[in-house]
């Protein structure tokens, strides 16, 4: 069984930047859209990022698009999200989901079911 684990997260001041590794064991990445998602106190669960099976086809939330950029590398199946230019309001536990359904064409706005990780904490100070 596909099982995930996330890695990278960590505190960084406004301005910074982290990347975040989704790593999976159990099963290849290959035929799986990934997602990233993420969680703040409070408040509910949004799509950041995701990819397709390929890499050809990416979608950002507006609220991070041009700061965060997600790739993958099916040979070492991990998923990448590069986030720069980091904001206070990025805080939140952010989490990889991987679904078959979005092998092909992903949306950050679609009902990703599937395997999650367990969540890795980001932190940005002002």
């Known amino acids: 069984q596909l099982q995930l684990v996330e890695s990278g997260g960590g505190l960084v001041q406004s301005g910074g930047s982290l990347r975040l590794s989704c790593t999976a064991s159990g099963d290849t990445l290959d035929w799986y859209g990934i997602g990233w998602f993420r969680q703040a106190p409070g408040k509910e669960r949004e799509g950041v990022s995701c990819i397709s099976k390929s890499g050809g086809t990416t979608d950002y939330a507006d609220s991070v698009r041009g700061r965060f950029t997600i790739s993958r590398d099916n040979a070492k199946n991990t998923v990448y999200l590069q986030m720069n230019s980091l904001k206070p309001e990025d805080t939140a536990v952010y989490y990889c989901?991987?679904?078959?359904?979005?092998?092909?064409?992903?949306?950050?706005?679609?009902?990703?079911?599937?395997?999650w990780g367990q969540g890795t904490q980001v932190s940005v100070s002002s």
């Open positions: 989901v991987a679904d078959l359904a979005y092998g092909l064409l992903c949306s950050v706005t679609g009902s990703w079911e599937g395997y």
